[in-house]
């Protein structure tokens, strides 16, 4: 099956301009999850939707960050207008609630954010 | 909140030394642990995880981790490493829906 795909994987911006980047989760996750890895830090959680419903979005950093999932299919998570600390591997996974309750995560190969 | 802890950021060793990778929690409740790994130029993937039952357990490419609840532990373990274990990894605790990662220990295996 195709896994979680991210685009773009690189995308180099100045502050102030706008960056939109793009997860397609694996068909049939309804729970779709971002997280961001700023340099050298840990991954930490931006928010969650379930199909197309944010169930949990407590870890979006400020009101710059607005994340999408229309038809809760593909999700994107825009950044208006980018700041210099915004720079960072952004991550999106996706899991199914299997019999045991328990998610497991398959994660994108991250979209890369610089911003200069 | 939960935090995780992981001991090393970055370790070097030959081929064939056996790896350790210490993984500490601070959540008390029930949790699921996971190990994940990212090799250079690729997605992050699950080398491992535990829910419940056997606190020792085996993941790919001759890994295995072992959970020790007393110690809020889940450190990660490989007897004999190969150039291509060099890759960062990553522990990860569960609750709930929402995974807690530690800051990731970077791995470097000399050949």
């Known amino acids: 099956e195709a896994g979680v795909t991210q685009f773009p994987s690189h995308s180099v911006i100045e502050k102030g301009q706008t960056v939109t980047l793009r997860c397609d989760p694996i068909s049939g996750h309804d729970n779709l999850y971002w997280y961001r890895r700023v340099m050298g830090k840990e991954i930490k959680f931006l928010l969650h939707?379930?199909?197309?419903?944010?169930?949990?979005e407590s870890g979006m950093p400020n009101n710059r960050f607005l994340a999408e999932r229309t038809g809760g299919t593909y999700s994107t998570l825009k950044v208006q207008p980018a700041e210099l600390e915004d720079s960072g591997v952004y991550f999106c996974?996706?899991?199914?609630?299997?019999?045991?309750?328990?998610?497991?995560?398959?994660f994108g190969a991250g979209s890369r954010l610089t911003v200069l | 909140a939960q935090s995780v802890s992981q001991h090393n950021h970055h370790v070097i060793l030959s081929e064939a030394a056996s790896l350790e990778l210490g993984c500490n929690y601070s959540?008390?409740?029930?949790?699921?642990l996971f190990w994940y790994v990212q090799y250079p130029g690729q997605h992050l993937q699950l080398l491992l995880k535990?829910?419940?039952?056997?606190?020792l357990v085996k993941g790919i490419k001759g890994f295995e981790a072992e959970f020790i609840k007393s110690k809020f532990s889940f450190n990660l373990r490989k007897p004999s490493v190969q150039w291509s274990d060099t890759a960062e990894y990553f522990c990860a605790v569960r609750n709930d829906y929402k995974l807690s990662f530690g800051a990731g220990t970077t791995v470097t295996v000399r050949a």
């Open positions: 996974a996706s899991s199914f609630r299997d019999g045991s309750g328990a998610n497991v995560l398959t």
């Open positions: 959540y008390g409740g029930t949790v699921n």
């Open positions: 939707f379930v199909k197309e419903s944010k169930q949990d």
């Open positions: 535990y829910f419940s039952g056997d606190p």
